[in-house]
């Protein structure tokens, strides 16, 4: 409070001092009780007044001891019970949270941790049932906990993350980490798949690739038998070799596709030497064999550069087969997916004719050699009025067409196609990649264009000389990759007959115990917009003991999603409802039987002393605690801080003086008004 405050205060003192004895006293010379006290309250209601309008500012000094956080983080997987270190875990976890030295000199944070970090009370609330571990979501959880601080933070834990990026370069090293490993660290001989590689689809008929990656820990010798098994068929086998020198081994293999559908694999190792734990000796997985073979015709009476590129674009698919005709060799359409018909002309009718009760997806190229008066007798997309002028067409890409994935390649840069010049009419609903444009004066008409209606989907492409597109784009790139991704795309869309749904459901046919299983699903309206009003639910069946769960989805940004997690392994039938509209969708998934918790003999020493570099910090065992806690005791790097925190207080703020005045002019109004003096 500044000294022009302080004059001003004792100004009002006075003047209410004086204002009060001049309308009590001044003029009345009676010096009654009653007068003193109508003054006194006249002079309370004043000086309040005053006081308010002058608004000091008080200030109050006011002290806080900021204590530096111990998070104190104990590993609550299953892993810790496998390795028979939950008894231990749990007794270091109070000893350290219980110590009053520690309470003192720290401020504890206690939490427990498996796929997340929560925080706890004390170790009755740990289970040891977490089916997995991640330890860099610690480190991410504490740096957001704990902004701006320097702390230590110990770590109950055996090590072994099942889940999360690498977690010794995730922490902090301005914070030291004390990890206390628990856990027997005796080595004992053990052989595991640590890890597959596979991709989850693989085509029928064709090979998949397996990458695997096999783990020993021992101090000798041994030899092992490495097996891959679809059922009880041995597809793969192979002898490997560990010594204290080698410790690991690769196995890249090719597997056949010869089944559709999901296919379960087992890829498990033998020896003769005994192990303590032979759970990680075999390890499923799965693929689901698509049979996607599709046989495309190129239909053509003329020959033209474009027929070769088109069918080399797209062989490279090798999913793809292409067969060039003429009009007259289409006695057996019935055995293709996709009619390509170039340059139609009236030698084409018993293609067009044939088509109509086949209804196979066609794409139509157009060009120089195109007969459009039959093109407009054969087709109701479009309709073409051309003259016999031919004119290049460069492409314009149009980015808000969505029928399908497609990244623009350089549309824009590539060579004109030729094609008669005329006007090309929409008479039905097409979507439109490529418009046409001369040099730089735009047509708006369609250079390439789709439609989907009624089932039936169709291509149309106008213009010739396609094939200087894929000589432009390997000149650009030093490769066809874009062209040919372009084309593949093309044929991809034409080859699925799946029209537009409005429950779109995404899922994985398989998971793994443990993994989270999340289901997403969309709903469009007739307008085939994304409706965020739907009520979506599921229902999900075992199929062995056919107990039935129901669940709703949850909205969120552009999608609805369930999480499924805690379902025991086992395969499932589900169905997934639009409550409104009484949409469905129904598919199947299995959770295969793999506990990755389990995979684990020791802890892993190796990562934690790794952490401990990193961050400055030490290594303990369970029978070091007391020294883990001496060392944080003696730390002289964590002392507690006072902080003096000082208030500013406008007395404006103040209400109970508002009361004040309230009461002062109610109690002298009252007493006035009882007395006669109003």
């Given at each position: 409070?500044?000294?022009?405050?302080?004059?001003?205060l004792?100004?009002?003192?006075?003047?209410?001092?004086?204002l009060?004895?001049f309308?009590?006293?001044?003029?009345n010379?009676?010096?009654s009780?009653l007068?003193?006290l109508?003054?006194?309250?006249r002079?309370?209601?004043?000086?309040?007044?005053?006081?308010?309008?002058?608004?000091?500012?008080?200030?109050?000094?006011?002290?806080?001891?900021?204590k530096?956080?111990?998070?104190?983080i104990?590993?609550?997987s299953?892993?810790?019970?496998?390795?028979?270190?939950?008894?231990?875990?749990?007794?270091?976890?109070?000893?350290?949270?219980?110590n009053?030295?520690?309470?003192?000199?720290f401020?504890?944070q206690?939490?427990?941790f498996?796929?997340?970090?929560?925080?706890?009370d004390?170790?009755?609330?740990?289970?040891?049932?977490?089916?997995?571990?991640?330890?860099?979501?610690?480190?991410?959880n504490?740096?957001?906990?704990?902004?701006?601080s320097?702390?230590?933070?110990?770590?109950?834990?055996?090590?072994?993350?099942?889940?999360g990026?690498d977690?010794?370069?995730?922490?902090?090293?301005?914070?030291k980490?004390?990890?206390?490993i628990?856990?027997?660290?005796?080595?004992y001989?053990?052989?595991?798949?640590?890890?597959?590689?596979?991709?989850?689809?693989?085509f029928?008929?064709?090979?998949?690739?397996v990458e695997?990656?096999?783990?020993?820990?021992?101090t000798?010798?041994i030899?092992?038998n490495?097996v891959?098994s679809?059922?009880?068929?041995?597809?793969?086998?192979?002898?490997?070799?560990f010594?204290?020198a080698?410790?690991?081994?690769?196995?890249?293999?090719?597997?056949p596709a010869?089944?559709?559908?999901?296919?379960?694999?087992?890829?498990s190792?033998?020896?003769?030497?005994?192990?303590?734990?032979?759970?990680?000796?075999?390890?499923?997985f799965?693929?689901?064999?698509i049979d996607?073979k599709?046989e495309?015709?190129?239909?053509s009476?003329?020959n033209?550069?474009d027929?070769?590129?088109?069918?080399?674009?797209?062989?490279t698919?090798?999913?793809?087969?292409?067969?060039?005709l003429?009009p007259?060799?289409?006695?057996?359409?019935?055995?293709f997916?996709?009619?390509?018909?170039?340059?139609p002309?009236?030698?084409?009718?018993?293609?067009?004719?044939?088509?109509?009760?086949?209804?196979i997806?066609?794409?139509?190229?157009t060009?120089?050699d195109?007969?459009?008066?039959?093109?407009n007798?054969?087709?109701?997309?479009?309709?073409?009025?051309?003259?016999?002028?031919?004119?290049d067409?460069?492409?314009?890409?149009e980015s808000?067409?969505?029928l399908?994935a497609?990244?623009?390649?350089?549309?824009?840069?590539?060579?004109?196609?030729?094609?008669?010049?005329?006007?090309?009419?929409t008479?039905?609903?097409?979507?439109?990649?490529?418009?046409s444009?001369?040099?730089?004066?735009?047509?708006?008409?369609p250079?390439?264009?789709?439609?989907?209606?009624s089932g039936?989907?169709?291509?149309?492409?106008?213009?010739?000389?396609?094939?200087?597109?894929r000589?432009?784009?390997?000149?650009?790139?030093?490769?066809?990759?874009?062209?040919?991704?372009?084309?593949d795309?093309?044929?991809?869309?034409?080859?699925?007959?799946?029209?537009?749904?409005?429950?779109i459901?995404?899922?994985?046919?398989?998971y793994?115990?443990?993994?989270?299983?999340?289901?997403?699903?969309q709903?469009?309206?007739k307008?085939?917009?994304?409706?965020?009003?739907?009520?979506?639910?599921?229902?999900?069946?075992?199929?062995?003991?056919?107990?039935?769960?129901?669940?709703?989805?949850?909205?969120?940004?552009?999608s609805?999603?369930?999480?499924?997690?805690g379902?025991s392994?086992?395969?499932?039938?589900?169905l997934?409802?639009?409550?409104?509209?009484n949409?469905?969708y129904?598919?199947?998934?299995?959770?295969?039987?793999?506990?990755?918790?389990?995979?684990?003999?020791?802890?892993?020493?190796?990562?934690?002393?790794?952490?401990?570099?990193?961050?400055?910090?030490?290594?303990?065992?369970?029978?070091?605690?007391?020294?883990?806690i001496?060392?944080?005791?003696?730390d002289?790097?964590?002392?507690?801080?006072?902080?003096?925190?000082?208030?500013?207080?406008?007395l404006?703020?103040?209400?109970?003086?508002?009361?004040?005045?309230?009461?002062?002019l109610a109690?002298?109004w009252?007493?006035?008004?009882?007395?006669g003096?109003?």
């Amino acid at each position: 409070m500044n000294s022009i405050t302080i004059v001003l205060l004792v100004l009002s003192v006075f003047f209410a001092g004086g204002l009060s004895f001049f309308q009590y006293f001044f003029k009345n010379k009676s010096s009654s009780k009653l007068n003193l006290l109508l003054a006194t309250l006249r002079f309370i209601t004043l000086v309040s007044i005053l006081v308010l309008l002058i608004n000091p500012i008080i200030t109050r000094n006011s002290f806080e001891t900021i204590k530096t956080p111990l998070p104190i983080i104990i590993d609550n997987s299953s892993s810790i019970s496998d390795l028979k270190a939950n008894t231990i875990s749990k007794e270091l976890f109070t000893k350290l949270i219980s110590n009053n030295d520690l309470k003192n000199k720290f401020d504890i944070q206690s939490f427990s941790f498996d796929t997340d970090m929560q925080s706890i009370d004390g170790a009755n609330e740990l289970n040891f049932k977490g089916n997995q571990t991640d330890i860099d979501k610690v480190a991410k959880n504490l740096k957001e906990r704990n902004k701006n601080s320097t702390y230590p933070s110990v770590l109950i834990t055996d090590g072994n993350q099942t889940s999360g990026a690498d977690y010794v370069f995730s922490f902090n090293p301005e914070n030291k980490v004390y990890p206390l490993i628990v856990g027997d660290t005796t080595t004992y001989l053990d052989i595991k798949i640590n890890q597959i590689n596979v991709n989850k689809y693989a085509f029928h008929k064709n090979k998949f690739p397996v990458e695997v990656f096999i783990q020993y820990a021992g101090t000798k010798s041994i030899n092992a038998n490495f097996v891959i098994s679809n059922g009880n068929t041995i597809l793969f086998k192979q002898s490997v070799s560990f010594s204290p020198a080698k410790k690991s081994e690769v196995v890249n293999l090719l597997l056949p596709a010869d089944k559709t559908g999901l296919q379960i694999f087992n890829a498990s190792i033998t020896s003769n030497e005994s192990e303590k734990n032979t759970y990680n000796n075999s390890k499923k997985f799965a693929v689901q064999i698509i049979d996607q073979k599709s046989e495309v015709a190129i239909i053509s009476s003329i020959n033209h550069p474009d027929l070769g590129a088109l069918k080399r674009s797209i062989e490279t698919n090798a999913q793809r087969k292409v067969t060039i005709l003429k009009p007259n060799q289409t006695s057996n359409l019935n055995l293709f997916n996709v009619l390509i018909l170039y340059q139609p002309t009236a030698e084409f009718k018993s293609v067009f004719e044939s088509n109509k009760n086949l209804k196979i997806n066609t794409f139509i190229i157009t060009g120089n050699d195109t007969d459009f008066t039959f093109l407009n007798q054969q087709q109701s997309i479009f309709e073409f009025k051309m003259s016999s002028q031919k004119e290049d067409y460069l492409a314009s890409f149009e980015s808000n067409f969505n029928l399908f994935a497609i990244d623009d390649i350089g549309f824009e840069n590539f060579p004109p196609l030729e094609n008669p010049f005329g006007t090309i009419t929409t008479k039905e609903n097409i979507s439109v990649l490529l418009s046409s444009r001369i040099r730089n004066v735009a047509t708006n008409q369609p250079l390439f264009a789709l439609s989907d209606n009624s089932g039936i989907r169709t291509a149309f492409l106008f213009g010739e000389n396609s094939w200087k597109w894929r000589a432009h784009s390997y000149l650009e790139k030093k490769a066809f990759d874009k062209y040919d991704v372009f084309i593949d795309k093309t044929i991809q869309f034409l080859a699925s007959n799946d029209s537009k749904k409005s429950l779109i459901v995404n899922h994985e046919r398989f998971y793994n115990s443990g993994d989270a299983i999340e289901i997403t699903a969309q709903y469009f309206n007739k307008n085939y917009e994304f409706d965020d009003k739907a009520r979506l639910s599921i229902t999900v069946t075992n199929s062995k003991s056919k107990q039935v769960k129901k669940y709703d989805l949850l909205k969120t940004t552009n999608s609805f999603k369930v999480n499924l997690d805690g379902l025991s392994a086992g395969n499932y039938s589900f169905l997934v409802r639009e409550l409104n509209s009484n949409a469905v969708y129904s598919s199947t998934f299995e959770i295969l039987d793999f506990d990755i918790e389990k995979q684990f003999v020791n802890p892993d020493v190796v990562k934690l002393k790794q952490l401990a570099t990193q961050t400055d910090g030490q290594v303990f065992v369970p029978n070091q605690i007391d020294n883990l806690i001496k060392m944080l005791l003696n730390d002289s790097n964590y002392k507690a801080i006072q902080k003096n925190i000082v208030t500013k207080t406008p007395l404006i703020d103040w209400i109970w003086l508002l009361v004040l005045i309230a009461i002062s002019l109610a109690s002298e109004w009252f007493i006035r008004k009882y007395n006669g003096m109003l």
